[in-house]
């Protein structure tokens, strides 16, 4: 049985796993295309293309 300790470190480490890789799909699209899901509205309003503003949010993402 695990303890807490384990469960604690593992879950860090899930957290800490999981915003890279949704950082990182930003940029390869191997889940899906992000720029998708932005709204038209939104498309818009940016001043970029919105694959570029996806990749900014996904380096934001990877950062943080």
């Known amino acids: 049985m695990a303890t807490t300790k384990q469960l604690?470190?593992?879950l860090n480490i899930t957290y800490g796993l999981v915003p890279i890789a949704a950082g990182a799909d930003k940029f390869t699209n191997i889940l899906t295309?992000?720029?998708n899901y932005l709204g038209p509205n939104?498309?818009?309003m940016l001043p970029i293309?919105?694959?570029?503003?996806m990749k900014v949010a996904g380096v934001i993402k990877i950062v943080a």
């Open 33 to 35: 295309n992000r720029a």
């Open 42 to 44: 939104i498309k818009g």
């Open 8 to 10: 604690q470190q593992t």
């Open 49 to 53: 293309e919105p694959t570029s503003f």
